[in-house]
């Protein structure tokens, strides 16, 4: 039984509210985030008593804590934005709750992504006997506990991965991103990068492209980029000799983005513009379309998984392992697209591991450091069933 502090009420902030809702763990549930109005909505959507909303700036310390002693939660779900990822840890630790969140810190004003400044939390996490949970949605997060699971059951060393991400879906719109625009550009147009023999290679962004089988779907071209969880699985799982992150994106979608950048739309540097200060890309962000508001008649689906080789008892071993999930399926459960829900949950999976001990441990870990056994099982009751492919055909070459 636990009470649950949610921050943000965007696509992911929907979904999570649903679905911790739905669950009898959850006693107390407290919606909240920088405008108010969008947690009510949430709210009323679920018609719930469980489920209060407040408004919140997690920007401010102090008005998390505030929230925080006043609500009592036992943990703190961060859905809102990456930059509130360290305020949120530090108003944890002030109350002595626990944490868990689905995307790795960045600062506003520098488009680079790095556990370094959450990894530096350990020894606070460790000394205060407080879990913190990083990276817990779906890539990064269940790809990191498909990895885990991997290498579990099915290998004594891993030597290749590749993390396939498919959205095969339509919303219907000239262009739009399915979430957050500021975070999701600046992650699209930074160099792409990947892990080899013992390296990080760079290359011009969205340079390295090819066609990959999707189940259910087919081929699709996917773009070779840098992913936040290439990182903490180089660092967990040694003995890989190399790891990338493929994303399928339409030629519109790569027409739309290349023209932004080129006229300057993208920019996160501040300029002038009669008398005032804006930032292109938080203005664009201001005139696409809310990732949330994409959900009605969205179709199609989305596929992303593992591919994943090694050895086994001194024998060479192949494994994939992947979720397909129907943007409609989504809507009709939780009134959301298939993007925010297979972020929303997997961070409630990760969040009921901490309320029900499975991954209760002092200390700041990402997933594919916890049991990847119990969540494996939770995905699949909760609304993202998985399957397996054991030595079947791999789109890449070793
Ligand atoms: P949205 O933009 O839809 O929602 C973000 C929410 O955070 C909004 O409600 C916003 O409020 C709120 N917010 C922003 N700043 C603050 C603040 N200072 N204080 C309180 N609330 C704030 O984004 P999504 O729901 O699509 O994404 C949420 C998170 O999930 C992001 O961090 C994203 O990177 C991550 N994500 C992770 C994925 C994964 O697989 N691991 C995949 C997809 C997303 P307002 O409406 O007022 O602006």
């Known amino acids: 039984m636990a009470r649950v502090i949610i921050v943000g009420a965007g696509g992911v902030g929907n979904v999570v509210a649903h679905k911790c809702a739905a669950r009898a763990e959850f006693t107390d549930i407290l919606l909240a985030s920088r405008s108010v109005d969008k947690c009510d909505k949430i709210a009323a959507s679920i018609g719930s008593p469980k489920v209060t909303t407040a408004a919140l700036d997690a920007d401010v310390v102090a008005n998390t804590v505030k929230l925080i002693k006043e609500f009592k939660p036992d943990l703190l779900i961060n859905v809102a934005l990456p930059y509130q990822d360290l305020t949120l840890m530090d108003a944890c630790l002030e109350t002595g709750i626990h944490y868990l969140d689905t995307a790795n810190y960045e600062p506003i004003d520098v488009a680079k992504f790095e ?3 959450q990894w530096a ?14 990276g817990c949605g779906f890539d990064p997060g269940v790809t990191g506990v498909f990895s885990a699971y ?20 339509n919303h219907g719109k000239a262009f739009a991103t399915n979430f957050n625009p500021e975070i999701n550009i600046r992650e699209i147009t930074q160099l792409g990068r990947y892990f080899e ?16 089988p999707y189940p259910n779907i087919g081929d699709r071209e996917s773009y070779l980029l840098y992913h ?17 992150f493929w994303m399928t994106f339409s030629e519109n979608y790569i027409t739309h983005l290349r023209v932004l950048e080129n006229i300057g739309m993208t920019r996160i540097d501040p ?26 008649n969205y179709t199609g689906q989305t596929s992303i ?15 994939y392992v992947y979720n397909n999930c129907q943007h409609a399926e989504a809507y009709a459960e939780v009134g959301a697209q298939g993007i925010s829900y297979t972020t929303g949950v997997p961070a409630v999976i990760g969040a009921l591991m901490i309320v029900n001990g499975n991954w209760q441990k002092p200390g700041v870990f990402n997933v594919e450091e916890c049991d990847p056994d119990p969540f494996m099982e939770l995905l699949n009751s909760m609304g993202l069933p998985w399957h397996e492919v054991i030595d079947g055909e791999s789109p890449f070459e070793n």
């Open 305 to 319: 998984g593992c591919h994943i080789t090694g050895i086994k008892d001194g024998v060479a071993n192949k494994y």
């Open 115 to 117: 556990y370094s400044w």
């Open 121 to 134: 939390y350990q020894d606070k996490f460790k000394a205060a006997g407080l879990t913190a949970i990083l």
């Open 271 to 296: 300029i002038e513009y009669q008398g005032q200060q804006i930032v292109p890309l938080q203005f664009l962000k201001a005139l696409l379309p809310e990732p949330a508001s994409l959900a009605t």
């Open 150 to 169: 991997a290498l579990k059951h099915y290998f004594d060393e891993i030597h290749y991965l590749d993390i396939i991400d498919c959205n095969d879906g």
């Open 197 to 212: 023999n013992g390296e990080w290679v760079e290359v011009p962004a969205l340079s390295i492209h090819r066609p990959i």
């Open 228 to 244: 936040e969880e290439l990182e903490s699985l180089v660092k967990n799982i040694p003995t890989l000799k190399r790891a990338r």
